[in-house]
């Protein structure tokens, strides 16, 4: 039997292409009253999970990674007018780089176009009227502060332990990005400004193992928010071991900080499997379904050996982090959330 024929690549994404901007068109997005929400986050450290849950809220849409253009899901609009930043991570856009930057977010803000929103009108939950935007951040961590500055949203940051958030990366194929932030004139003159620091973080890129070049790139990417933390009360600062450790508190810290109302619905979709699940490890998807805590939070605690948990102190106490300590899962706040919050 003759093997049916593939249509080429490039046909396939503009297809795709048009069928998400179809259905974009079946909804109805009117900025309303509320902030809208910016929710900046580390790849495989549980924003999916944590976007689906706020945006279970009736009014809110989601959107996915919109100021990256190293993403499956790129769009017509990241490809056209983004700026082109070095490894598309926007660190920190030089003067014309803002420039376009703004314009593009502005519209994305005023609802003039949409960036990866749901596409999946089937699945529960999925919302024809929205009113409120949550754009989850993966790749500018260092842009808090001007999103924050340049428009009214609500700033919340997620972190995850380094180790699990490595290892996930490492089984997942995934390039590290510390060459990138050691590239950015801004980020080593301002936040990564010790030499010393800088070619320590260089020579674990270029020599250390899988585990170390992980962990090391964990730090220069969340360096910036940890740094500026306590002088940020007004964002919301959350782990994904308290978001699975102590969901009731979490919930209700998140309502009440982001205006929302509908706890029941982020309950609900808090059960059920995000849609980056086919990224997480065998024992992470069946802990979920199982309801095992436990083994979300500390699973990840077997496969690290005594050598690995020493390296990963010897790199975070280098570094002065002080949120997580090698061999222990939950964070400690003390050092970084403000005391009034």
């Known amino acids: 039997m003759a093997s049916r024929a593939r249509l080429p690549e490039s046909l396939r994404d503009s297809v795709r292409s048009t069928a998400k901007e179809a259905i974009w068109l079946t909804v109805r997005h009117r900025p309303g009253g509320k902030r809208n929400i910016c929710l900046f986050c580390t790849r495989r450290g549980g924003s999916t999970w944590l976007m689906e849950v706020i945006a279970a809220n009736r ?14 899901n790129l769009t017509p609009y990241q490809f056209r007018r983004l700026p082109k930043f070095d490894g598309g991570m926007a660190i920190h856009p030089d003067e014309e780089q803002e420039q376009a930057l703004r314009a593009y977010v502005d519209d994305l803000m005023a609802g003039r176009i949409r960036v990866n929103a749901p596409v ?27 999103f924050d500055t340049n428009y009214p949203v609500d700033v919340v940051y997620l972190v995850r332990h380094p180790v699990p958030q ?36 260089a020579s674990i890129d270029r020599s250390g193992t899988e585990l170390e070049r992980f962990v090391v790139n964990w730090v220069v990417e969340n360096l910036y928010p940890l740094r500026v933390l306590p002088q940020r009360p007004q964002w919301l600062a959350l782990s994904y071991e308290e978001c699975v450790a102590d969901q009731e508190r979490v919930f209700t810290e998140v309502c009440r900080r982001l205006d929302l109302t509908d706890i029941d619905r982020m309950r609900a979709a808090s059960m059920r499997e995000s849609r980056s699940s086919s990224l997480s490890s065998a024992e992470t998807v069946s802990a979920i379904k199982t309801g095992d805590r436990q083994e979300q939070v500390s699973g990840w605690r077997k496969h690290v050996s005594v050598d690995d948990e020493k390296r990963v102190a010897e790199i975070l106490d280098r570094f002065g982090v002080t949120l997580y300590a090698a061999t222990d899962p939950m964070p400690s706040w003390t050092n970084y959330r403000p005391a009034t919050t």
Not at 122 to 144: E, H, V
Not at 170 to 189: A, C, D, M, Q, S
């Open 166 to 201: 490595s290892l996930s990366c490492i089984r997942n194929g995934w390039p590290t990005t510390t060459k990138i932030y050691l590239r950015n004139e801004w980020f080593v003159e301002t936040v990564l400004a010790d030499p010393a620091l800088r070619e320590y973080a």
């Open 120 to 146: 999946a009108f089937w699945r529960k939950g999925f919302q024809f009227r929205t009113d409120r935007l949550l754009l989850k951040i993966t790749g500018g961590k260092p842009m808090m502060d001007w």
């Open 59 to 72: 009014g809110v849409l989601p959107l996915n990674q919109p100021i990256e253009i190293v993403t499956p």
